[in-house]
């Protein structure tokens, strides 16, 4: 991707309300597959790590954790998560979005190297709107899905 694709990217990516208490996971986010559950879980509490960084408008050392659990995370599940989804008719799709959410956080994480002042606060929205879109809405319908066909 070049620069000015990439600033084009960026200037797409909407700003939402970010939650400035911790999220909780309930029982209705759980899909009742249990790696995936697990995971999904995993996930939040990455989310709660960059929520409050973000909270305290600090952006430091504790945000290389982050992405290294966030590579982590992409390395061990999503591609775990493309096998199970495999004959779900929007497969592709699905793989397009994990690619672009890896090609993301790869992007952040050059420009938290690069000192960006705003890497925390780009972060924080741009897994808040995974977690609301991705996981609680795409990720369901897929496992819905599969369910329904007797996976
Ligand atoms: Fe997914």
């Known amino acids: 991707m070049s620069l000015s ?3 084009i990217c960026r200037k797409k ?3 939402m309300k970010l939650p400035t208490l911790p999220i909780e996971w309930k029982e209705e986010y759980n899909v009742n597959i249990s790696f995936i559950d697990e ?3 995993k996930f939040v509490l990455i989310l709660n790590k960059i929520l409050e960084i973000k909270n305290h408008d600090f952006c430091g050392e504790k945000v290389s954790e982050i992405f290294f659990s966030l590579v982590h995370y992409a390395e061990h599940y999503l591609i775990r998560e493309e096998i199970y989804f495999k004959e ?3 497969f592709q799709h ?3 979005l994990h690619n672009e959410f890896i090609e993301r956080i790869t992007r952040l994480q050059q420009d938290y190297n690069k000192g960006e002042v705003n890497v925390c606060v780009e972060m924080a929205n741009y897994l808040y ?4 879109n991705h996981i609680l809405k795409y990720d369901k319908e897929a ?3 599969l369910k329904e066909k007797g996976h």
Do not use: A, L, R
């Not at 709107?129 to 609301?132: D, S, V």
């Open 88 to 90: 779900y008719p929007n």
């Open 39 to 41: 995971h999904h879980q």
């Open 13 to 15: 990516f909407k700003y």
């Open 5 to 7: 694709e990439s600033y």
């Open 143 to 145: 496992v819905n899905y």
């Open 94 to 96: 699905h793989q397009k």
């Open 129 to 132: 709107n995974w977690f609301e």
